[in-house]
């Protein structure tokens, strides 16, 4: 049906529905699909990547489009390979264009069900998968209608209460490198620094999909967790418990309980540790069981905060056993995991559906991993590779995503030992993670001068008062920041400059 929203200064035509009806920051449409007549021709797109590691920010729609690009595989692992589209500006769940006096236009779905939202010059468009989440439409200053659509989410969806505090993770140090030993000496050196949380990231696991204790950690799992309380941290454990290796025990006994390609067999999820990997039906009851036991047994061994990592892969499309939509099937599964572990344990999600994850996680990654390096050499232009630049940029325009949930930016680092990131960059890193007010490093300390020490200790006892006085301008505790040359690429323009 045909309808016009009139926000005063402009009335924007549309076909929507079924009959909008206003509320406090502009107007809730019923599911199906909508098209909103925009009068800003080209302009700049607010694009929304699917998971923690797709691609966000704005384009014009005149201009090259943001997103994964040529590489079917990086698609599959790193954002909505079902719905992308490439060379058309859309992105996930939320949109919005710049209208001529500044303010935006936002079409944002308050649900589940795979939305999609797109523009170019004429038009902003909203569909879905499966058609069970109202839309949103707002009009008014970036930020104020970013935060209205944000919180009619969360009015639906939850938002929990917890919080990190600081966190030390093994992954941006270490990698998989870790064992007992390792451990012990690294929560040892950090006794007394200001850390709510040791995590210990991928290693500990004898391969992605069978989550007990590897051959680094022979005294167990619960004997780690140990030392790391009783240094005074909350121990922190990471896990992908939605995927599994080719080579694991789940994959190579019960293929039965995965998701299943067409042809019937395990269908590929994503790609990484050099391999393809698969990812478990959550929808079947023996792998609700399974869940259970795995959940019961990691916080059985003491940890209290668990970064769920690759979670996309549970929201995958494929056939399951049950005939749910598959943003659905995942927020089932997690919400089981939730009731598993309780309200008390602290849940991560990283490679995380941001919106099917409101509500149940208790902080999300917002953006690629951070890497001790500005850019990524091997892979030039994908917004979605390792790297300090990409992880600013996509963390920096999912700032709004506060709303939801913790949002984490991933680490920053102190340690100008192996690191190729300069003072600079290091603190545009350090800036980022406190505008999203979610900070964490990796740097052992015994990688660190005195110096950064002091630096270490000082950032992660700091609670700023951030202003946002730009899309990409704040103020954190009165020092004023712009991170705009670095989104828009006149850092690294400039830096090229020099070069030349
Ligand atoms: C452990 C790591 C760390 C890290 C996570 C995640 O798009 N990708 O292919 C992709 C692969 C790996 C990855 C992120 C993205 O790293 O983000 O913090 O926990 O797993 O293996």
């Known amino acids: ?10 009335r924007i035509p549309a076909n929507v529905s079924g009959t909008p009806r206003p509320v406090a920051a502009g107007h809730v449409v019923p599911a199906g699909p909508i098209a909103l007549l925009h009068p800003f021709g080209d302009t700049e797109f607010y694009r929304h990547g699917w998971n923690s590691w797709s691609p966000s920010g704005w384009a014009r729609t005149d201009g090259d489009t943001i997103g994964i690009k040529d590489s079917p595989r990086r698609l599959l692992t790193a954002d909505d390979a079902a719905n992308e589209t490439p060379h058309a500006h859309s992105g996930s769940a939320v949109g919005a264009v710049v209208g001529e006096d500044g303010n935006v236009l936002l079409l944002g779905a308050l649900g589940l069900g795979s939305p999609r939202v797109g523009a170019d010059g004429n038009i902003l468009w909203g569909r879905a998968e499966a058609d069970i989440a109202e839309w949103f439409v707002g009009y008014g200053p970036e930020s104020e209608v970013f935060a209205s659509y944000a919180d009619l989410v969360s009015e639906r969806l939850g938002r929990r209460a917890l919080r990190a505090g600081a966190v030390w993770s093994s992954w941006y140090s270490f990698f998989e490198d870790i064992d007992e030993d390792l451990v012990a000496r690294t929560v040892s050196d950090l006794r007394g620094y200001p850390f709510d949380v040791f995590q210990l990231d991928d290693g500990w696991e004898p391969i992605v999909g069978d989550w007990e204790a590897g051959p680094d950690f022979p005294s167990g799992m619960a004997a780690t967790a140990r030392t790391i309380a009783d240094a005074g941290f909350r121990p922190g454990l990471w896990l992908a418990p939605m995927i599994a290796l080719p080579g694991s025990t789940i994959a190579r006994t019960r293929p039965d ?60 499309t494929g056939n399951r056993s ?5 943003e659905t099937a995942y927020r089932d599964a997690v919400e089981h995991i939730r009731t598993v572990v309780g309200d008390s344990v602290y849940l991560l999600g990283c490679g995380v559906p941001m919106i099917p994850s409101v509500g ?107 202003e946002q006085t730009g899309r990409y301008a704040f103020r954190i505790n009165g020092r004023e ?18 070069v030349v």
């Open 1 to 10: 049906m045909l309808h016009t929203f009139d926000f005063g200064s402009v």
């Open 257 to 316: 309980l995965l998701v299943q390609d067409d042809d019937g067999r395990p269908l590929v999820s994503g790609y990484n540790w050099g391999s393809h990997y698969y990812s478990l039906d959550t929808t079947q009851p023996e792998v609700r069981d399974h869940l259970r036991e795995v959940f019961e047994r990691v916080v059985g061994w003491g940890f209290r905060y668990l970064k769920l990592d690759f979670m996309y892969a549970g929201a995958i």
């Open 322 to 326: 049950r005939d749910v939509h598959r």
């Open 360 to 466: 149940v996680f208790d902080g999300a990654r917002v953006g690629p991993d951070v890497g001790a390096f500005w850019d990524n050499a091997e892979r030039v232009g994908d917004p979605s590779g390792v790297g300090a630049r990409n992880s600013i940029v996509s963390s920096i325009n999912r700032a709004w995503m506060k709303r939801l949930y913790e949002v984490d930016p991933d680490a920053v680092y102190f340690r100008s030992a192996r690191n190729l990131l300069n003072d600079g960059e290091r603190q545009a890193l350090r800036d980022t993670a406190a505008i999203l007010e979610f900070r964490s490093t990796s740097d052992p300390l015994a990688w660190l001068t005195p110096a950064e020490r002091d630096e270490l200790r000082a950032y992660m006892e700091e609670t700023a008062v951030i």
């Open 481 to 498: 920041v712009d991170l705009a040359p670095i989104v828009t690429g006149e850092a690294a323009a400039e830096a090229a400059s020099l």
